[in-house]
């Protein structure tokens, strides 16, 4: 396994310009292991545990999503929110497209084209969280604080715990 000064990701490369501090974390990926699988391997909470989802508007216009790894986004309140009528998930390669990333390594930062950002609310009142650096099994930690300064949020309240 690589070591985590040694990756240099497009997010990697983004928050080193912003000035962002940040820690990495690497841990051994497992296909379809989400939020649960990295937070039981690196001893964190699921809550702390940020995923960055590529959503889609029915006029196929693509956003990002930030929400809690224990949550899942209710799309019939999110749509509600953003006034319009449906929102799905984009499709794999679109999705790969717009961020340049791999599907399970997908991180809001660096991305290859600007997409506008929606936040939990309540990630914004956490202590720490992990988010993707972009790579399958690799988080970055950082504070809600430098996650605000690093992204231009939209802040909602679109959760279903699970």
Excluded: W
């Amino acid at each position: 396994m690589e070591k985590p000064e040694n990756l240099n990701t497009p997010a990697v490369r983004y928050l080193k310009t912003k000035k962002i501090d940040f820690k990495s974390h690497l841990y051994p990926y497992e296909e379809h292991g989400g939020t649960r699988h990295a937070a039981e391997v690196l001893n964190i909470p699921e809550h702390a545990v940020i995923k960055t989802l590529v959503m889609e508007s029915e006029a196929g216009r693509p956003f990002i999503v930030l929400e809690h790894g224990d949550y899942q986004v209710s799309t019939k309140q999110l749509a509600r929110i953003l006034g319009v009528k449906r929102i799905i998930p984009c499709v794999e390669e679109k999705t790969q497209k717009q961020t340049g990333y791999q599907v399970g390594g997908i991180s809001p930062f660096g991305t290859r084209k600007s997409m506008p950002i929606y936040v939990e609310k309540s990630i914004l009142t956490l202590d720490t969280l992990y988010i993707n650096g972009g790579k399958r099994g690799f988080l970055i930690e950082i504070t809600p604080d430098d996650l605000v300064q690093a992204l231009t949020l939209e802040k909602v309240e679109a959760k279903i715990k699970q």
